[in-house]
């Protein structure tokens, strides 16, 4: 004889509802990055801008301090996606 069909409720699982915390932290993860990369624009901008009118050392600190924004933006990206994966998202 034939198997009998699997049940409903294994064929069809619903995914778990986000957890509201994780979602909070996403959020405050996303705002964050947002701060984060309009202080290292500003910053990235006014190096440039020192570096071009001919003053060297202010320029390369500057430099050095947006790429490590940089850096803990991706950071807290990377952070963001295995929250956003632990809440079932």
């Known amino acids: 004889m034939a ?3 699997a049940p409903l409720s294994r064929a069809r699982r619903i995914p778990p509802a986000p957890d509201r915390r994780a979602l909070a932290v996403i959020g405050g ?20 801008e020192t570096f071009l009118s001919g ?11 947006s790429g490590l924004l940089f850096a803990g933006c991706l950071l807290l990206g990377r952070f ?9 998202g």
């Open 55 to 65: 003053h060297d050392e202010g320029a390369v600190p500057g430099a050095i301090v």
């Open 3 to 5: 198997e009998a069909p």
């Open 29 to 48: 993860a996303n705002v964050f990055i947002g701060i984060l990369l309009v202080i290292q624009m500003w910053l990235l901008s006014a190096s440039l």
């Open 80 to 88: 963001m996606d295995r929250a956003e994966r632990t809440a079932g």
